[in-house]
Nanobody, 123 residues
Framework: QVQLVESGGGLVQAGGSLRLSCAAS????????MGWYRQAPGKQRELVAA???????NYSDSVKGRFTITRDNTKNVVYLQMNSLKPKETGVYSC?????????????????WGQGTLVTVSA
């Protein structure tokens, strides 16, 4: 089973930048809808940025123009470049994807999550 491991979180001042990495234990080429999600303290997890099944990108309105999601299929890593960070973007950032499982009766998708990496943006 594919495992996802995030890294790159830490403490940064408002206006600063961080680059998060999501490393997969196997190939990410066939993993659908890989993306980054954030859970702020006391709030529900929300989408930050993700690849669509067609390969394009989808961003939360609040991060458009500041965050960029990219992937390196040769290294099996998905990145999230975060610029101009704001204190309200503090939270645990988790990587997720849908891994295809091929069976004799068809293909279904297993949603896989990493353990998350903490990003703290100080004012």
């Amino acid at each position: 089973q594919v495992q996802l491991v995030e890294s790159g979180g830490g403490l940064v001042q408002a206006g600063g930048s961080l680059r998060l990495s999501c490393a997969a234990s196997g190939s990410i080429f066939s993993i659908n809808a890989m993306g980054w999600y954030r859970q702020a303290p006391g709030k529900q997890r929300e989408l930050v940025a993700a690849f669509t099944n067609g390969g394009s990108t989808n961003y939360s309105d609040s991060v458009k123009g500041r965050f960029t999601i990219t992937r390196d299929n040769t290294k099996n890593v998905v990145y999230l470049q975060m610029n101009s960070l704001k204190p309200k973007e503090t939270g645990v950032y988790s990587c997720s994807g849908k891994v295809p499982v091929v069976t004799s009766i068809g293909t279904w998708y297993l949603e896989v999550w990493g353990q998350g990496t903490l990003v703290t943006v100080s004012a």
